[in-house]
Structures are given as C-alpha cells and as structure tokens.
C-alpha cells in the first residue's frame, strides 16, 4: 500500500519528543525526544521566585535534534511526511518585536529572562492575576473571567505580560507584540511569525488569553489600558480571528524544511497545548473525561455547543470552556491540579535530602539508583496500609490551587500525624491527597451540569503508580481507564495532522483510527467508600482552614 506518514511534536516543559506516525494505524516508525540544554542547566530561573523562563533556541535546537533522531528510526518513512503539528506547554508566552520575533532571539536581550518563553509554571504573576480579576468584576464592563471559572491564574497570559511590564525594564519597552509558544513555532517553521499573519491557536486564546466570541475577541482596549498600556500594543498585534488544530498554520519552508531533513511545503497545523492536544490523543469524546497525570494534571472533557438561542453554560470553578479548543465542533472544558507527581518528588527529595548532603562514601550513580527507587518502594509499602477514618490527611496545593478555583498563593498541608507515621504512612496520604483533589474537580464539573461518564489517564504517573491510580478509582468511586500508550499528545498530534492532510474528514474518525485501546482498568473498591467519604469530608475542612490561614 502507498503508505503516508505524519509527524507530531509534543514540547513539554523539559525535553521535546518528535514522533512518525503511519496515518493508516497510528503504529509509530521512529521517534526522538531532545532535552533543552539552556534549561537543563538552569539558565534563567530562580525557583525562589518561582520564575521559570525558557529560551526560544532551545526549542529550536532540541526540535532539530529530535527530529534527526526520529529520523534515524524512521529512514524512507521522513520522505513520505504528509503534515506535521505540534503542541506546547501552555500558558508560555514571549514579547516580540515588530516582525514577531521574540526578544530574546535579538543579541542585546540575549540573556533577559523577561525577554524568553515564560513557562506554565512560573508564578511570578500572583499580584498580576488579582488585579485582573479584581478589575474584571468592578470596571463595570465584561467580566473577563466568566469562561474561565471566574478566576483567572498568575499562569495565563495577560498576568505574566503584566507583570514583566510594571518591572519597566528594556524588554516591555522594545516589545511591539507577545506570541504563545505553540502559536510562534508553526508559524516561525512556516515564515509567517509576521502578527498580522500569524494563526493563533483558539486553544491558547480562548482557554489563557479571555478570548470569546461573545465580547467580539479578546479583552477590550479600555479594560487593558487600566491595568498597564504596554497590554493595549500587545492586544492590538493579536487581530481578532483564532483557530483549531485542524486547520492549516502554512506550509513548511524550503529553510526549515532543509534544515530539519524534512519534505518542504507540506501543511503544518496550527498548534494548541499539549494537555488539550494529549487529550485527543487519549481518546476524548462527549462524556470522556482525559485525565493527563504526570507532575501536575490537566482533566479535559467535551460537551456539546449550546442549541441555537441558548446561551453558553458557565461552569465555575474550572480552568475555562472554549469552544473548539480540543475537538472542533464541540465546547473543551479544562481543569486541573497544580502539583500531582511534583508532591511525591517533593517527599522523594525530602527523604534523600541527607544521602544528598551530609557526605557519603557512596558513589553518585549509587544515589542516583537509589533516588530512583524511592518512591516504587514507598508505594509497595504503602499498599499494606488500611485507610480508617482516624488515618491522617494530606493537602495536595504544595503547587497552588488549579482547580476548582485557581489560587496560586495557597500551599500544601500535612495534618493528624503521630509517632508512628512512617515515610510509607506519608506516602500514602500524598497519594490520597492527589486523589481527593481529583475528586474536587469532579464534583465541579457534576455542580456545573457537566456530565463525566468515563476517565481515561495518561501520562507518566498514570502507568508508574498502579497504588495512585487505585487509590484515585477508589476515592472518585470511578473506574479509572489507562491507555496502553504513553505518547497520548504525540498521538494527538499525529490526529491533527492527518485531518490538515486530508487523510480523515474530522478528528473523531482520525481519533478511532489512530489512538491506542485502553491497557490496564483499576476498578474502585467499594468497602473503603465510606473510609474515604469521611476523609474527604476532612480534606475538605484541611483546605477551609488553609484557605482561612492565608487570608487572614
């Protein structure tokens, strides 16, 4: 058979992985994945402030390396790459000047973090996003925020421009325009980083920019003059128009097409984030929620657009709604936790902390496999533990508060400890923890008329937890569905661009074609329920008094 093949790019927040894919089967030829060596050094950041910044080289360099690495794999199957789409970490936007490239590709901002990529992760704009939502419920216009749970998050877009612009430093001065990572890449692969050229992604738009059709585009003129008049430049080199995944960015360039060892003129997709992209990739569908478990979590569902003359469902509490963000045609709902994995590393790092620094005759690759065997031998310990009502509560926001009601500013909690609470003990409660979270952000979704019937996980923590994954069945009282996969956002990728080109009529069949079964089912066990009933009414309560504890 003609065979056609597809390429999918999942940048995430430390490597990225290029992926080809046969667009009959979805059964991969070749893949890479290229670690971004500024990044890895720790180049412009500072965890103390929680600022987390990446240089737009290292995503150029890794793309390059990774793809030469697929290739390797792949051999004849590159000559026959039919589209390509890629997927970021998101909200990462970059100022840029007034071609559309960002500052820090300039030599005189080479090394200004406020000039690079500022990373989903980096919390800087805490201060920034109160203002926001403070401003969008008084000014007496639109309230910004109804789309996006009625929050808006120090992780999004207009937080972390503002941010950078009341420093006053060069950058904000220099800056004509501000790009999303997954809307610059396509667009600087296919010459059109131009803003007004540019396809910008309705998945970053809609879900971290406040874009809504209903308001005409994104945030007005008069709203963002209030808050800083560097955001009203920015907002004038968006445009007004946003697109799906299924459509097409432009075509590969000669340039890039030679650099890369790739086909040129082929279609490339307009990007979109990776948990959004990933979720395609998993499988979802109207009533199947895709839960993307690794360091954080995105939970992602779709539902149906409103019948004409109904008015859209405001769902609070959740992380927004965007019409056509996951899958065209339908509304894509986000949720999430802002540190799943990250509180079990946490406690990892605790416990190595003295192997670590107190001077050891061992070696660094024995502690090394040593701190890989941490937390699988914790978690074997942990399953011999039986949850009764008195056992002790952990609190998962060590990272903030995603969902429901996204607050950057609250922090984890341990609570009910005793003498005898041994590091499996702790263990156990982080794991629970991350599953009463999940349980939250369900219990969201169900108060806001949205109905979950099925959860898919992904994700590294989805297949290296088999204790996490029951344990989160049997607090949500669901079956939790594993897929057998664990490339679900290259996948989604892989989606994309067989529709941009034209292997599929829509993402739904591409989706039945391409997207790997389900591995492994954890059922809930039913004679805990109502141990973790009352738990959960106690972390419930933990989060109350946290809450009450910040705010004074």
């Not at 890794?62 to 792949?74: C, T």
């Not at 003129?265 to 478990?293: E, L």
């Not at 369900?442 to 344990?471: H, N, T, W, Y």
């Not at 009933?533 to 946290?546: A, H």
Request: aromatic content about 8%; glycine content about 10%.
């Amino acid at each position: 058979r003609n065979t056609n093949y597809v390429l999918g790019a999942d940048f995430g927040s430390d490597s990225v992985r290029v992926v080809v894919i046969d667009a009959a089967d979805g059964k991969m030829a070749g893949s890479g994945v290229s670690n971004y060596k500024r990044w890895s050094e720790g180049k412009y950041c500072d965890p103390k402030l929680n600022q987390f910044r990446q240089h737009p080289l290292d995503y150029i360099e890794s793309f390059e390396e990774a793809v030469k690495k697929a290739a390797q794999e792949s051999g004849e199957a590159m000559e026959k790459i039919r589209a390509l789409c890629i997927d970021t970490t998101g909200s990462t936007p970059a100022l840029c000047d007034a071609s559309g490239t960002p500052l820090a590709l300039n030599p005189k901002f080479a090394d200004d973090p406020d000039a690079m990529f500022i990373l989903w992760k980096d919390h800087t704009a805490v201060q920034e996003a109160d203002d926001f939502n403070a401003l969008s419920r008084t000014w007496g216009g639109v309230d910004y925020t109804q789309y996006m749970g009625g929050v808006y998050s120090s992780e999004w877009f207009w937080a972390k421009l503002l941010h950078v612009a009341r420093k006053d430093g060069e950058a904000i001065k220099a800056a004509k325009a501000a790009v999303e990572h997954c809307d610059w890449f396509p667009a600087l692969i296919t010459d059109t980083t131009n803003p007004k050229k540019i396809k910008r992604s309705r998945c970053a738009a809609g879900h971290k920019i406040a874009w809504h059709a209903s308001w005409g585009g994104y945030p007005s003129v008069e709203f963002l003059e209030q808050l800083h008049p560097a955001l009203v430049t920015i907002q004038q080199s968006l445009g007004s128009e946003t697109y799906t995944s299924d459509q097409i960015a432009g075509e590969l360039s000669e340039a890039w097409a030679q650099r890369f060892g790739l086909p040129a003129d082929i279609p490339v997709c307009v990007g979109a984030y990776d948990a959004h992209i990933g979720a395609v990739g998993g499988h979802v569908a109207p009533g199947v929620m895709v839960k993307s478990v690794g360091t954080s979590t995105c939970d992602i569902i779709i539902g149906p657009q409103p019948k004409a003359g109904e008015e859209e469902r405001q769902v609070k509490g959740i992380a927004g709604q965007v019409d056509g963000s996951v899958v065209p045609g339908y509304i894509g709902y986000e949720a999430g936790q802002s540190a799943y994995g990250d509180f079990y590393a946490w406690f990892r790092d605790l416990v190595m902390w003295p192997l670590r620094n107190m001077g050891t005759t061992m070696s660094s690759s024995d502690i090394n496999k040593f701190e890989k065997e941490v937390l699988p031998t914790l978690e074997r310990e942990a399953a011999k533990i039986v949850p009764t009502e008195n056992s002790p509560v952990a609190l998962d926001w060590i990272n903030g508060r995603r969902t429901p009601y996204a607050d950057q500013t609250l922090k984890g909690a341990l609570i009910g400890l005793a003498l005898g609470s041994d590091a499996p003990a702790v263990m156990n409660m982080l794991l629970e923890s991350t599953a009463f979270g999940a349980r939250a952000i369900l219990e969201c979704f169900d108060e806001g008329g949205v109905e979950v019937d099925k959860i898919i996980a992904i994700g590294g923590v989805a297949r290296k937890s088999p204790l996490g994954m029951q344990i989160l069945a049997d607090i949500t009282g669901r079956a939790i569905h594993v897929t057998s996969d664990d490339q679900a956002p290259a996948i989604g990728a892989a989606v994309f661009a067989s529709v941009a080109a034209g292997l599929y009529s829509d993402v739904p069949t591409a989706q039945q074609a391409l997207c790997a079964p389900v591995g492994r089912v954890y059922e809930p066990n039913l004679e805990r329920k109502e141990v973790y009933d009352k738990l959960y009414e106690n972390y419930i309560s933990l989060g109350k008094y946290e809450e009450k504890l910040r705010r004074g």
